[in-house]
């Protein structure tokens, strides 16, 4: 497929709010590898501001505890939290000369294997909802041509976000939606852990496992992580997927 017809298809699948099966927590996984397929990042993350101004994980590219740890440590500090305060774009081209802002980060980010970050604001009406952060392996600043096409894939999805309801967008609603998708993600997490345990296997298993379920079954993966918590939903049959040939 070539790029421009990717971009195209991307940008279709991030404003299709009209899907059965749309659920905002799947919208950021659309964002996420989505960016690591367009442009110059190894990895990539969503991170949405709850209601005291903390940044909460929604969606990565990795699931590893390292990575996740990553994220973790910029919820009150570090260019990720700067790029949601300022609604600006940060730009950190070599991490390791950052250490006396952000020692910890810096220590975890060398340790996962990345030299540089660029974090993206993503906001609506000029009211901060979010960052897209991507991550590289290598040091230098992301080219500008994608640091423009990561900014116009976080409106996009952004916009999709507070649209996915045929009612207008209020002012309220932003905050509304915006903490009903924490809330979902945070259930996503304790299913992700409760099939871990279940399953026997790691919580990045467990996530694709669930990814691979709501995939062959047209569910909402919001939906189906409320089921597991709830125990509507056998967890049993969702983890049949690693034994079932040629499960993705």
């Not at 929604?58 to 973790?72: H, P, R």
């Not at 009150?76 to 991490?95: K, L, S, W």
Request: charged letters at 20%.
């Amino acid at each position: 497929m070539n790029r421009e017809r990717q971009l195209a298809q991307t940008f279709v699948a991030l404003s299709d709010t009209y899907a059965a099966e749309f659920d905002p927590l799947r919208l950021f996984l659309r964002l996420v590898h989505a960016c690591t397929d367009l442009l110059d990042a190894d990895a990539a993350a969503v991170m949405i501001g709850d209601a005291r101004g903390s940044l909460k994980t929604m969606a990565t590219t990795d699931e590893e505890a390292a990575f996740i740890e990553l994220l973790q440590v910029q919820t009150g500090q570090g260019p990720c939290m700067e790029c949601y305060r300022t609604a600006r774009p940060v730009a950190v081209a070599d991490i390791a000369t950052e250490y006396a802002r952000w020692p910890k980060l810096v220590g975890v980010m060398l340790e996962s294997g990345y030299g540089s970050l660029q974090a993206i604001p993503m906001q609506l009406h000029d009211r901060p909802i979010g960052v897209l952060t991507l991550l590289r392996g290598n040091t230098g600043r992301l080219p500008d041509s994608d640091v423009h096409l990561a900014q116009a894939l976080a409106d996009s999805a952004t916009l999709g976000l507070m649209h996915w309801s045929t009612e207008p967008t209020r002012g309220d609603d932003v905050i509304t939606r915006v903490q009903s998708v924490i809330a979902a993600k945070a259930t996503l997490d304790i299913a992700k852990g409760m099939l871990a345990q279940h399953a026997d296997v790691s919580v990045a298993e467990a996530a694709r496992l669930l990814h691979a379920y709501v995939s062959r079954r047209r569910l909402r993966l919001a939906d189906t992580a409320h089921a597991l918590v709830a125990r509507e939903l056998d967890l049993s049959e969702v983890a049949e997927g690693q034994r079932l040939p040629g499960a993705p």
